[in-house]
């Protein structure tokens, strides 16, 4: 290293020293969910499957009324029409539009997954919070029966039900909610003992903060991640059981339509004509991989150990 | 004594997302035959780094900008990886932190022992291997070394971990072993067992030693000498008795000071205020500038160089320059 | 050790007991009799009385329930209805042997191919490999098996002719079930040996191997993978049901004479002693397969087998 031989005196006289500078902290602090939703948008696959995912939403509460077509209309003289500007998707063996029902179906398919969601979280959320915060035997004698109900295969229980059920949109409701609170029990219930036993729910109750408080400021809040986390896996997988339902033929029926009805009405004609099994497949297969990836997206983001 | 290995002028950059951290900005140092070094400093200093760098262990986001690094005189950073194989491990080992996450939990002791045996020692039959384990294992104080040898880590406790640990590094008598920070994981009353160990095993071995570390105490036990760092540069060097008795450099002396000393009273422990520099965009002069408390003007544009000091003891601050002290007098014959 | 395995053999039978209670009172509301309804309705009076009586179904419920527990542990799971004089296990046991192979195949198909692409994906973090694995991945869990089923079928099976279309005959037949019972169960293993190994390779351990002189590929399989692979099992279970549920859509599109077939059928031909036997069959089986995952997870993950002793 050089000497820096010409360097003027006056260089070496004392510098200003400012000692707050010192203890500056270099990032703003962000409450977890503004920190969690910062980084979701820079999950570039995460954003794109949220809008697509709206898109698929908005045409299924939109697209029927757009169309030209009622989903059930039939006409016996443009049967197995392939895409054209008449029919955008094609139409099937009844010549109905396409158009109109895959739409259609969505808009059924949607409603009841959200609908089976809304009751997992309902029933699934109680059962675990209160086994959860009653603790003790309450808590132990809850947890033995989730052990047991874990156990049965709940696609089988499903099936069962449907066929000894009346057909229609509120039994496939009933019966994938009858058996997919459980795994949604499960989880609060774990997510609530480990925020009992962190030490800011001690510090609260020490600061004198009472239970109710406790339980909507802190438990609540930090309990929301876990819900919609696995809110956005029960989605997919109530749509794909749906389908595969209608797909062997106990899910709803004709003239109702679903994706799964599609899909199956589609199969039967397959060799002939793809397109009624293609276009349906292609709405079920984005729809389940747009919940997919934006689930695994919020999972990254929301936890907290990924904090750069 | 010849030098072991030597280190001149090391510049290491890594790539994050943040940008690009100079992590190491122009070290230099060297070790002599069975010879006991600490780099003292605290983290983000770039010790770390510089001892990976030696072993070519950087993470793939890491390079060697510029510098060179000769152990006997053979220069490490221009070898292929496939030569690099054969030294590490052998030539130079390396000892992490934690023994608690150090070490494969599904399998033996004994085998990751054995592992680094096969890798080097292929001339030696595998029953060979297996006693040349249990002997190690037995000279790094451990009893019953055969019923340990079939053990797997969390059989152990900490420190009988850092002790397989350091079996593991030695195996192949290494010429340079790097400690990072071995004790800091540990016990106190574990800490010293550690080190004295270390101790014995260079007496055996004859190996060199490069220990890294922020615990003073832990240098002061085991060093012949001492580098401190500070925003990835060397600031001061020499031997123990130096940096401890006669510190020159404001950092060093500032760690000394936040040792907290029994005999003294005070109701506030010393600490050097804020925080290290950000490597990313690294401060133009000296890397202390910031936190010191003697800073003039010049420090924050341009990098001291070393002044020497007797029994190559060295330090890099504009205080020694003798405009600094010309300044100094005049201040104090005006005021 | 031995308690453990007690207590879930405990659970085993109080879940089945269950199952087999639900079904069964679930099977009686179904409305009609499980008998062909035209002919049934077409025979006089004094023969329905008789069919009835032979079947037992003009007890009580309840008296039914228990003499059916009682035969169930005597192995006999009843009558079919639908495949008249034979039994339900017969029936079953007449037509497990292609479910078993195809589900084998996907098993094996899905290990080899999803367990190579995760850990070389982890492994070459961020790389094209990397990215088409977790797109395999995303694909595999949502493409429904039976649209996968469907478009095999189509192309490879119709259009390009390389595979039999459907049916059983050759081991030929079994290779586009099989593949297509795998596509799930292949993206659940890539994905999660994925996220096991990119854990893996930050930890210590793994540079302490390379700083033993080891190379990229020993220290891959001496450390990272054989640490990866023991969670592995962990996942048997959602596989097991990934491959049960596909079966019942793959045999069917596939014609396969399996019993996922059979119990599709059984369903659309109202055959209940069918439906009950599989039930509890498949229900049992799942069962069994997660008990005996968790036993065997405890056995060869030596943290768990050996407990610590620790002296210092």
């Known amino acids: ?13 004392k510098a200003e020293v400012n000692l707050d500078e010192k203890e500056h902290i270099a990032k703003p602090s962000l409450t977890a969910f503004q920190d969690g939703w910062i980084r979701l948008k820079k999950n570039k696959a995460a954003v794109v499957s ?10 299924a509460v939109f697209g029927p009324i757009f169309s030209s077509y009622d989903y059930a209309k039939t006409d016996y003289h443009h049967t197995f029409q392939l895409p054209s500007r008449e029919h955008i998707f094609g139409t099937d063996q009844f010549g109905r539009d396409q158009f109109a029902r895959i739409w259609y179906g969505t808009r059924i398919s949607l409603l009841i997954a959200f609908a089976a969601a809304c009751l997992d979280i309902f029933v699934g959320v109680t059962y675990g919070a209160v086994s959860a915060l009653a603790g003790g035997k309450v808590d132990a004698v809850m947890q033995r029966i989730i052990e047991i109900l874990v156990g049965i295969p709940s696609l089988i229980i499903i099936i069962l039900l449907m066929m000894v059920m009346p057909a229609g949109i509120g039994t496939i409701i009933i019966a994938m909610s009858i058996t997919g609170w ?3 029990a499960r989880l609060v219930r774990a997510q609530i003992l480990k925020l009992k036993s962190q030490e800011f729910v001690l510090a609260a109750r020490i600061l004198g903060t009472n239970s109710r408080k406790i339980i909507l400021k802190h438990l609540i809040p ?3 991640g876990v819900i919609v986390i696995n809110t956005m896996f029960t989605i997919p997988s109530a749509i794909f059981t749906e389908a595969f339902l209608s797909f062997i033929g106990i899910g709803l029926s ?26 349906p497949a292609i709405v079920i297969v984005l729809i389940m991989v747009c919940f997919s990836i934006l689930g695994d997206g919020l999972r990254d983001a929301l936890d907290p150990r990924m904090r750069k | 004594m010849g030098k072991i290995l030597q280190v001149e002028n090391l510049h290491v950059e890594i790539k994050t997302e943040l940008g690009r951290i100079q992590a190491v900005r122009g070290v230099s140092f060297d070790l002599d035959k069975k010879e006991t070094v600490a780099i003292v400093g605290e983290s983000g200093s770039g010790k770390t780094i510089t001892v990976k760098s030696v072993m070519q262990l950087l993470p793939s986001t890491g390079s060697i900008t510029e510098g060179s690094v000769r152990l006997e005189g053979k220069e490490l950073t221009t070898l292929s990886e496939k030569e690099m194989l054969k030294i590490r491990g052998s030539d130079i080992s390396m000892i992490f932190q934690d023994p608690m996450t150090s070490l494969n939990p599904t399998m033996t002791v004994g085998n990751q022992i054995v592992e680094v045996l096969k890798n080097h020692r292929k001339d030696l039959s595998r029953d060979e291997m297996k006693r040349r384990a249990i002997e190690i294992i037995d000279l790094v104080g451990i009893s019953n ?39 800091t994981a540990l016990d106190v009353t574990i800490q010293a067992q550690i080190l004295d160990l270390m101790k014995e095993l260079q007496e055996k071995i004859n190996t060199s030693i490069i220990i890294i570390t922020h615990n003073l105490g832990v240098v002061a036990n085991i060093a012949d000498r001492v580098y401190v760092m500070y925003g990835g540069k060397i600031v001061e060097n020499g031997s123990v008795e130096d940096i401890f008795y006669h510190p020159q450099h404001p950092y060093t002396k500032g760690l000394l000071a936040a040792v907290p000393k029994l005999h003294e009273k005070t109701d506030k422990l010393f600490t050097i205020l804020g925080t290290p520099p950000d490597l990313t965009d690294p401060p133009k002069g000296c890397p202390f500038a910031a936190r010191c408390l003697y800073t003039l003007k010049v420090c924050r544009q341009y990098p001291p160089a070393f002044t020497p000091f007797e029994n190559h003891h060295e330090s890099a601050c504009w205080l020694h320059d003798p405009r600094a002290k010309r300044m100094i007098s005049e201040v104090r014959n005006a005021g | ?37 035209e002919r049934f309705s077409q025979m006089p009076p004094q023969q329905q009385k008789q069919l009835l009586e032979k079947y037992g179904l003009d007890q009580p419920v309840s008296v039914q329930y228990l003499k059916y527990l009682n035969n169930l542990i005597h192995g006999d799971l009843g009558v079919s209805f639908f495949y008249t004089g034979r039994t339900v296990k017969d029936v079953i046991f007449g037509r497990i042997w292609p479910s078993v192979l195809i589900g084998l195949q996907a098993v094996l198909l899905g290990l080899a191919v999803g367990l190579t692409l995760g850990i070389i994906a982890a492994w070459k973090h961020n790389s094209g490999i990397d990215y088409f694995t977790m797109i395999l991945a995303v694909l595999g869990v949502s493409v429904p098996n039976f649209v996968v089923a469907a478009l095999l079928q189509y192309y490879v099976g119709l259009k390009w002719g390389i595979l039999p279309v459907a049916f059983w005959g050759t081991w030929a037949h079994s290779v586009l079930p099989s593949i297509a019972l795998s596509f799930g169960a292949t993206a659940m293993f890539a994905r999660f040996i994925r996220t096991e190994m990119l854990d893996v390779l930050e930890q210590d351990y793994i540079i302490t191997a390379r700083a033993k002189g080891l190379n990229q590929f020993q220290v891959l399989m001496a450390h990272a993978v054989r640490n990866s692979i023991i969670p592995v099992v962990t996942i048997l279970g959602p596989i097991v049901v990934n491959l049960l549920t596909g079966s019942l859509a793959v045999e069917s599109i596939f014609s396969v004479p399996g019993i996922g077939s059979l119990f599709v059928e059984s369903i659309k031909s109202n055959d209940y ?18 008990m005996i995952v968790d036993i065997l997870y405890s056995v060869i993950d030596p943290r768990i087998r050996i407990q610590g002793n620790k002296d210092e």
Request: net charge positive.
């Open chain 1, 254 to 279: 004709e003239p109702r339509a679903s994706l799964g009805v599609l899909i199956n009405n589609g199969y039967q004609v397959l060799h002939n004509f793809p397109h009624l099994l293609i276009y």
């Open chain 3, 273 to 290: 002693a069918t439906i009950m036997g599989l039930t509890i069959f498949y229900s049992a089986f799942y069962i069994l397969v997660v």
């Open chain 1, 182 to 184: 459980v795994n949604m």
């Open chain 1, 1 to 13: 290293m050089e000497n820096y031989r010409d360097l003027p005196l006056e260089l070496f006289e």
């Open chain 1, 50 to 59: 949220l809008f697509i995912l709206i898109l698929i939403f908005l045409f």
């Open chain 2, 145 to 183: 070394p055969e019923t340990r040898f079939k053990q797997y880590p969390h059989q152990l406790s900490g420190g009988m971990r850092q002790r397989i640990i350091i079996a593991i590094a030695l195996a192949c008598d290494p010429k340079v072993l790097i400690a990072d920070e071995p004790t």
């Open chain 3, 1 to 37: 050790m031995g308690k453990y395995i007690l207590k879930r053999i405990l659970y085993l039978f109080i879940t089945l007991l269950i199952i087999i209670t639900a079904t069964f009172f679930l099977m009686k509301r179904l409305p009609g009799t499980p008998f062909d309804s």
């Open chain 1, 222 to 224: 930090n309990t929301m």
